[in-house]
Every structure is written in C-alpha cells, then in structure tokens.
C-alpha cells in the first residue's frame, strides 16, 4: 500500500502574523509536528505534497474571503520551517480541495499512492473538503489530530467529526 503525505496550505498568508487569513497561533503551534511528519514520510522514501492555495488577483473566492494566497506573492508561498525540497511535489489549487481541477489524482495514482496522510490548515476548509473527495475517489484517509488547524477550535473540532463520522477518515 503506497502512502503519501499531504501538507495542506500551510502558507505565509495562513500561517504567518502578517498574512491575510491568518489562523492564528493554532497554524504556529502545528508547524514542529508537520516537520517531524516530513522527515518521517522522506526516511521511508514515501511522497511528500505540498498543496498550495494560489488565487488570480479576481479570484471569485475574494467575495467570500479577503484576498489571499494570490499566485507568485509572498502570500502564496510555503512558510520557511517547512519550504519544500526539490523532490517534493507542490499542487496549486485556486478552490478547497486538492483535486478539484489539479494533476493530483492522477499524481498519486501513477505512483500507486492508496493511502493519504494529512496536515495543515484548515481543518474546517481545505483539509475537511479534500478529504472528502479523496474519499470519494477511493483512497484511505488519515488526519492527524496534532497536524491540524483552523481559527475556531470548535469548526476544528466539528470538521474532525464530520471526517471521521461522515468520510469514514481515520483520526490519528
């Protein structure tokens, strides 16, 4: 069973005090569990993704939310402690799940990659929204609890729920 981790917008505008969305101090403290998840997936030669939020300046998701994530700005870039390495695979995404309208699907399934692992932020959005239709596509999915946040602890919470109870994902 091939594995994969997805590290999900863990952006400078997410993560970072200065950002546009920022989360909060929950996307800072889930930074050294992701970096220890990173190092454990790459010593077991498993992939590890970086799914990245990139918008066009008239994203039709700025009428919902402020601007952010916006294609080659500080915003849309991975947060230094975890910036990818050449091997990592990084996937733009301009809506909240990974696979909508992205190569990731057929990504994973070139390399055999069955089983996802995620992080990131936030748990409510982008996490909540590509487990989901990972799950509909037919992969096993594993959230880990201490690599997730959001801005509200009880979205947080409800989201997790609704990934185990719902999407049938494993929380660990």
């Known amino acids: 069973m091939g594995r994969a981790l997805l590290v ?8 970072e005090e200065g950002g546009s969305l920022y989360v909060g101090e ?20 498993c992939p590890v993704i970086f799914i990245c939020d990139s918008h066009e300046k008239d994203d039709r ?24 390495a050449k091997e990592d695979k990084v996937i733009k995404k301009r809506r909240y799940s990974a696979f909508y309208g992205t190569d990731l699907d057929l990504y994973l399934r070139e390399r055999g990659i069955n089983e996802l692992y995620l992080v990131g932020v936030c748990t409510n959005i982008c996490v909540l929204y590509t487990a ?18 959001s801005f509200d602890k009880s979205v947080h919470e409800f989201a997790l729920q609704e990934m ?9």
């Open 132 to 149: 989901k239709d990972a799950r509909e596509r037919g992969y096993s999915v594993k959230i880990y609890r201490d690599g997730v946040a």
């Open 61 to 84: 998701e700025f009428e919902m939310f402020p601007p952010h994530c916006i294609s080659g700005t500080w915003g849309s870039m991975v947060i230094k402690e975890l910036e990818p």
């Open 8 to 15: 999900i917008d863990m952006l400078n505008d997410f993560v």
């Open 26 to 45: 929950a996307s800072r403290n889930i930074i050294p569990f992701i970096k220890q998840k990173i190092e454990e997936f790459k010593k077991e030669k």
């Open 164 to 172: 185990k109870n719902t999407l049938g994902c494993e929380l660990i």
